[in-house]
Structures are given as structure tokens and as C-alpha cells.
């Protein structure tokens, strides 16, 4: 059973446009949600990160979506570029003292020049 | 900052052979973790520990062993390589609920 759910699986968009990737989970007990991207061979780096209890988190052109009640992140890439192009993963791992961190199954992002 | 050393880099293995990956961070960190990334894939968990001597199985614990003897290493073993696998497996180290940091991954091929 996945516990965290990423949508879509791949995604190619134009330099320029705003990406959008999604995220959902089931665990009630996970509070800290980091997006991590992977670039071909390499280990994933964290990109940005949200807790509980944050709605929003920015940094840069990178923004994360919390809706709490639905269980569900997005991730926004405004004015996407290619060098944005990569793996992105979400993760969730809650604090009450598993620490366990679960990722998803990733979005393959292509934006093209 | 610090720095989590995978060994080794490249792993080929023979059908049924116990094999031994190894992992050291001196980042200081309580919480390690191994992941197995298949290739395209996601990173699925293997184990963790959240300090020496403790060991928690992952969703994919079954046909590995792990051992936390000191706070800076955390070992995994493939107890019998499956003929055909290839994957790329990940150690990481994190400080309570902070950033995770990854090695740069053990690639096992076994033919």
C-alpha cells in the first residue's frame, strides 16, 4: 500500500510555464512533508520543505500547496526552466518519534527551450 | 558541513551471495536510513535507525539485514542477491525532522 501518492508519474511543460506537481498521503500521524529533486545520476537533494502547520511554503520559484483537511501538497515551479528538468520527489515522515520517511514514486519533469 | 560515504561505489554479485554494503556520515546525525532505487523508480525503504544498536524495518526489509553498531556507520546486507538485480541502493542521515542528506549510492549488479 502506497502511503504517498504522486501525480503525474511524467510531465513535460515549455520554459516559461508554471508546473504543477501533486501529492497525496494517508498516514494522519506524518507533519513534515520535504520535496526532494534528482537530477540523472545523482542522489535526490532536498529542494523545500513544509510542516503541519504551514499552509503555504515558499522559496524562490518553487512553492508548496497544503491542503490539511484532503491530505494533499502540490509543488508550483513558476517560470519553469530547463534546468528545472528532473525528478521530484515528495516525502513525509512524522515526528512522534518513528522518524521513518516515506517517499513517493516521483514525477519526471522535461521542460523544453 | 559533513559528509555521508558510501562503500563501495560499484557492487557485482553472484546469484545467492551475501553482500555487504557500508555507510558512514559524520554529520553526527541519530537517524539513518537505507533505500533501495530501482532504475526510474522511487526510493522504497529498506530499514532505519534512530540511534546505535536500534534497527526498524522498512516496506522492503524482507531479504535484508542491517546493523547499526556505531552512531557513524550503519551497514546493510543482502542476505541472497537475486540473479538480474540492479539497483542503486541510498544511504541517508538526518537530525530529527531537518534535512535529509543522501550518499552518493552503491550501483549492485549481480549476474
Known amino acids: 500500500q502506497q502511503q504517498v501518492r504522486q501525480s503525474p508519474q511524467s510531465l513535460t511543460v515549455w520554459e516559461g510555464e508554471t508546473t504543477i506537481l501533486n501529492c497525496s498521503y494517508e498516514?494522519?500521524?506524518?507533519?513534515?512533508f520535504p520535496w526532494y529533486r534528482q537530477f540523472p545520476g545523482k542522489s535526490p537533494a532536498l529542494l523545500i520543505a513544509i510542516s503541519l502547520v504551514s499552509n503555504k511554503k515558499e522559496d524562490g520559484r518553487f512553492t508548496i500547496f497544503f491542503n490539511k483537511r484532503e491530505k494533499k501538497l502540490s509543488l508550483h515551479i513558476t517560470d519553469s526552466q530547463p534546468g528545472d528538468s528532473a525528478t521530484y520527489f515528495c516525502?513525509?515522515?512524522?515526528?512522534?518519534?518513528?522518524?521513518?520517511?516515506?517517499f513517493g514514486s516521483g514525477t519526471q519533469l522535461t521542460v523544453m527551450p | 558541513g559533513g559528509i555521508i560515504t558510501q562503500t563501495p561505489k560499484f557492487l557485482i554479485g553472484q546469484e545467492g551471495q551475501k553482500l555487504t554494503l557500508k555507510c558512514q556520515q559524520n554529520f553526527n546525525h541519530d537517524t539513518m536510513y537505507w533505500y533501495r532505487q530501482d532504475s526510474g523508480k522511487g526510493l522504497r525503504l529498506i530499514y532505519y535507525?534512530?540511534?546505535?544498536?536500534?534497527?526498524q524495518k522498512g516496506d522492503l526489509s524482507e531479504g535484508y539485514d542491517a546493523s547499526r553498531e556505531k552512531k557513524s556507520s550503519f551497514s546493510l546486507t543482502v542476505t541472497s542477491a537475486q540473479k538480474n538485480e540492479m539497483a542503486v541502493f541510498l544511504c541517508a542521515s538526518r537530525e530529527g525532522d531537518t534535512e535529509v542528506f543522501f550518499g552518493k549510492g552503491t550501483r549492485l549488479t549481480v549476474v
Open positions: 498516514d494522519s500521524t506524518f507533519d513534515y
Open positions: 535507525s534512530i540511534t546505535e544498536n536500534d534497527l
Open positions: 516525502a513525509a515522515s512524522a515526528s512522534s518519534g518513528s522518524w521513518q520517511l516515506i
